[in-house]
């Protein structure tokens, strides 16, 4: 058996960055004196007269990244989702929010395997934050071609987005001929009649490698994508929620505020179901090598068949 391609979805970010730049003279990219880790050196070999490296500054580079998207170009803001999210939040919600600028912001090196750079690096509150901005469109993409997929959907999409990278190289799993990314719209990675699990970004191929192993016991789950956390696929929520009445959702991130918190919304108010939310449970990461902190805070496919089982 073939081993399963792996890529890191930075490094998505960046090779995408450099195909719109070919396609549209209006892409400009921002970076905050991370080229290198975040990618889009990629698109500033090709395209340096576009590139704008600002600096450690990213207050800054974001506010340079609202007055561009007001000269109708269309910046891609890039920089470590807790410095893009967290560092920055007051500029991306007033510069940016409140005048519904057409902004991007690009954040790699999100949640826990960002690994040895250790809890102030890991972030895993931003989806929490994002989803706070009215208006602000929140993107989790789970593997190469969905991170490809989403950042040509940004483009397209008028308005400011919040797109989330990861450090690790995770399984390219949405490589199938018929995939469609659609903003706001889940992907069915696999039927069941027992469990919903839902899920997104790296965690994504853990849930479905997990849900091989509750197959084997017997348990039949089923696997959904949700790329796009806001807006969220409500209709895909129900559907599920009336289908299995037991829903999980994995998330690499902070299990107050993401993902398990826009679902139990979506439940609590228009189809009750039972709920369990697998994530980083109210605490700070650590340094390590970024598999082993997978699997310590429990986003692995054992620990996610554990937690799945004993929920059933």
Do not use: W
């Not at 970010?13 to 975040?38: C, F, M, P, Q, S």
Request: hydrophobic fraction near 45%.
């Amino acid at each position: 058996m073939s081993e399963v391609k792996k890529i890191a979805t930075r490094e998505s970010y960046g090779n995408a960055l450099a195909e719109l730049g070919k396609e549209h003279e209006d892409v400009i990219v921002l970076d905050a004196d991370l080229a290198a880790a975040t990618k889009t050196g990629v698109f500033k070999k090709a395209f340096p007269e576009r590139h704008i490296d600002c600096g450690i500054a990213e207050c800054n580079m974001i506010s340079v990244a609202a007055g561009i998207a007001t000269t109708g170009k269309v910046p891609f803001a890039s920089s470590f989702a807790m410095f893009a999210a967290g560092r920055a939040f007051e500029q991306v919600r007033n510069s940016i929010g409140y005048p519904k600028l057409n902004v991007k912001i690009g954040a790699t090196h999100a949640g826990i395997s960002v690994g040895e750079d250790g809890a102030t690096h890991q972030c895993n509150e931003d989806i929490a934050l994002m989803r706070t901005i009215p208006g602000m469109v929140v993107i989790n993409p789970a593997d190469d071609v969905e991170a490809k997929a989403a950042v040509k959907a940004a483009y397209e999409h008028v308005g400011p987005v919040y797109l989330r990278f990861g450090r690790l190289a995770v399984p390219v799993i949405n490589d199938s001929e018929d995939y469609k990314f659609e903003i706001g719209k889940a992907v069915t990675l696999r039927e069941g009649t027992d469990v919903t699990i839902i899920a997104t970004g790296l965690p994504v191929s853990e849930a479905l490698d997990a849900a091989e192993k509750l197959a084997a016991d017997g348990i039949s789950a089923e696997v959904i994508n949700i790329h796009t956390i806001k807006p969220l696929d409500e209709e895909a929520v129900i559907k599920a929620a009336a289908k299995t009445g037991k829903i999980v959702t994995v998330e690499e991130h902070s299990i107050i505020g993401g993902l398990g918190s826009a679902v139990c919304d979506v439940v609590a108010q228009k189809a009750p179901a039972k709920v369990l939310k697998i994530g980083i449970n109210d605490v700070y990461g650590e340094s390590g090598p970024a598999k082993e902190l997978v699997k310590k805070y429990g986003l692995d496919a054992d620990s996610i068949y554990e937690k799945v089982k004993a929920f059933v």
